[in-house]
């Protein structure tokens, strides 16, 4: 973490959103990451998203556990609710506050290490519970933290800094959020901001869980030739599957697109995804055919990019237990503690 602030003083000519902040009033402290480093890449992508939402700051809450990655939410929306966890644990405490907190908007960051190794377990159950988040993994195949050791998500075959070669097989978070449950699932690279902010516009807003897998360089220790995570490999091997442009449910709004074939998918709160197809006959709306996708792409070295799935009147965690609208933090006594008389009426019916 770090405690060198940022300068208060704005510009007078920064133009204000509805709420009348400024693109500088969702920034954070000073970044202490590397320079050039992807992390601060999608930092940046997640205060743009958040400027152009009109998103109230107090409303958010941002979680993380260890590693590079999980420093990156002090760098971003430092007037928002913030909980730094130990390794691995982000999604259980993520899913305790949504549990008490409905009112909320909860958006977990999270590494390759922190989610695909020692929190591979929490990252399912917070998936397969259908927890209404934005869940984005800074997927850099390294452990940077402790000196570029390969990381599970670093594919076979791929060399590290010093030339040793990953003989084990790689974990797709990706595929992996696709069988578990989740409702959105995406993926983008740190270096494509027209791509990533719209991804993360439409997630927040996505009702469920929403999944990210940003593979995100790191300048240190995974950007040379023979990774399969550096900068000039996803340029080189990036199979975009559509364009995204996210629309907020307001006042009509109209968009020149480019040449194409355009899909329109209305989600449950009024919001619209317009996806200009650049793959024939991809359909972001089935899963099977999502899967087969990525596993097809996978075998050809490529990395697939963009809305994978999308599933528009998704359920999320409160829908399944059928909790009250209000939050369970602002429930008073009266309805805490129903009585004897429900207490006996409960008891009755198990008898």
């Given at each position: 973490m770090t405690y060198i602030t940022k300068p208060r003083l704005h510009h007078p000519l920064l133009q204000p959103n509805a709420l009348g902040f400024t693109r500088r009033d969702y920034e954070g402290k000073v970044s202490t990451l590397c320079a050039g480093c992807g992390h601060d890449s999608i930092s940046a992508a997640i205060i743009q998203a958040a400027y152009e939402l009109d998103l109230p700051p107090h409303r958010l809450a941002k979680l993380s556990g260890i590693g590079c990655s999980s420093k990156t939410p002090d760098y971003f929306l430092g007037n928002s609710h913030g909980f730094n966890s130990v390794h691995g644990r982000m999604p259980s405490v993520l899913t305790g506050a949504n549990a008490a907190n409905r009112e909320l908007i909860y958006l977990g960051v999270s590494g390759d290490g922190d989610s695909a190794s020692i929190g591979l377990g929490q990252f399912a159950h917070s998936i397969r519970r259908s927890v209404?988040?934005?869940?984005?993994?800074?997927?850099?195949?390294?452990?940077?933290?402790?000196?570029?050791?390969?990381?599970?998500?670093?594919?076979?075959?791929?060399?590290?800094?010093?030339?040793?070669?990953?003989?084990?097989?790689?974990?797709?978070?990706?595929?992996?959020?696709?069988?578990?449950?989740?409702?959105?699932?995406?993926?983008?690279?740190?270096?494509?901001?027209?791509?990533?902010?719209?991804?993360?516009?439409?997630?927040?807003?996505?009702?469920?869980?929403?999944?990210?897998?940003?593979?995100?360089?790191?300048v240190q220790f995974n950007n040379h030739v023979g990774s399969t995570k550096s900068f000039d490999y996803v340029r080189e091997h990036n199979a975009a599957m559509n364009r995204l442009d996210f629309i907020e449910p307001r006042a009509e709004i109209t968009v020149d697109y480019a040449p194409g074939e355009v899909e329109v998918v209305k989600q449950h709160d009024g919001s619209i995804l317009r996806l200009r197809k650049v793959a024939p006959d991809y359909d972001p709306t089935d899963k099977i055919s999502a899967i087969t996708h990525l596993q097809l792409h996978q075998m050809r070295g490529e990395v697939v990019t963009g809305l994978l799935y999308v599933e528009p009147d998704a359920a999320d965690l409160h829908d399944h237990l059928h909790t009250v609208q209000t939050p369970l933090n602002q429930l008073d006594d009266a309805e805490l503690i129903p009585g004897s008389l429900a207490l006996d009426a409960i008891n009755d019916s198990l008898r």
């Open positions: 209404n988040m934005t869940y984005i993994v800074e997927n850099n195949g390294v452990y940077g933290l402790t000196k570029g050791q390969f990381s599970a998500t670093s594919d076979p075959g791929s060399k590290s800094k010093r030339g040793v070669v990953n003989h084990d097989q790689s974990i797709d978070l990706v595929g992996l959020a696709l069988q578990l449950g989740a409702s959105f699932v995406a993926r983008s690279f740190s270096g494509d901001k027209a791509q990533l902010v719209p991804l993360i516009k439409a997630a927040i807003s996505h009702k469920g869980a929403s999944f990210i897998d940003v593979i995100s360089p790191c």
